[in-house]
């Protein structure tokens, strides 16, 4: 069973809405093609955004072998606000099953097909590719190219496929506040949370790494995510 890209889109856009710790983890399931428990036991600093690969280690993978799986340029755009040094990317197996209750709910999805995610990414790969070698090298895959082609390849349109790869993060609708910007991005980072409180703003999503010091209350922001929250020196709320 694999999802068209409107399901997926759909999926993570409820996600970032309704629940963003899950995010990552589930960028990683659609777009690097991970098992269910190498991503349970991804750590955030096996997963390297700038040189465009995530590392599994021999003690995550089923298989016992390290890999490298690629970053995709949409799974980067995912991936790239809630980065850490270190941590589970999916915060723990019980976390993440929580989180995915809770939008599939609101997403309105009733049923998750085993491994739909990893078959979805290594059709659109395969698509996009044509190669099984390497999407049976991204997937950690050492079975035959028939036991390949039975339980990943499934039918995907070309156009489908590019779709896939194209689903990122809504655009303009999330800020992210670090220390990390300086000069036109920092004073545009400040420029656009002051008038967040507009109704003509966008935002719908602050991402904030130990940078605000107090909520507040508007109707046009869906929720505020603080990460770091262990080491904050200032109030999360």
Known sequence: VVWKPAQVAHLLATATKDAPDIVPALACLFFAGLR?????????????????????????????????????????????????KSGLVSGGQFVFRRLRELVMVEAGVTTWPVDVARHTFA?????????????????????????FTRHYKSLMSTKEAQAFWKIEPPQGKVIQLDSSRTGAEEEEMITRLLAVESVDEPTEIVIHVNMLKEGWDVTNLYTIVPLRAANARTLIE
């Open 36 to 84: 269910p428990h190498e991503m349970f036991r991804l750590d955030w600093k096996n997963i390297r955004l700038a040189d465009g690969y995530i590392q599994i280690d021999p003690e995550t993978s089923k298989v016992r072998s390290a890999r490298t799986v690629d970053i995709s340029p949409n799974l980067t755009k995912w991936l790239a606000p809630y980065q850490k």
């Open 123 to 147: 059709t659109a790969f395969y698509v996009q590719h044509g190669d099984a070698a390497k999407v049976m090298q991204q997937l950690g895959h050492f079975g035959s190219l028939a036991t």
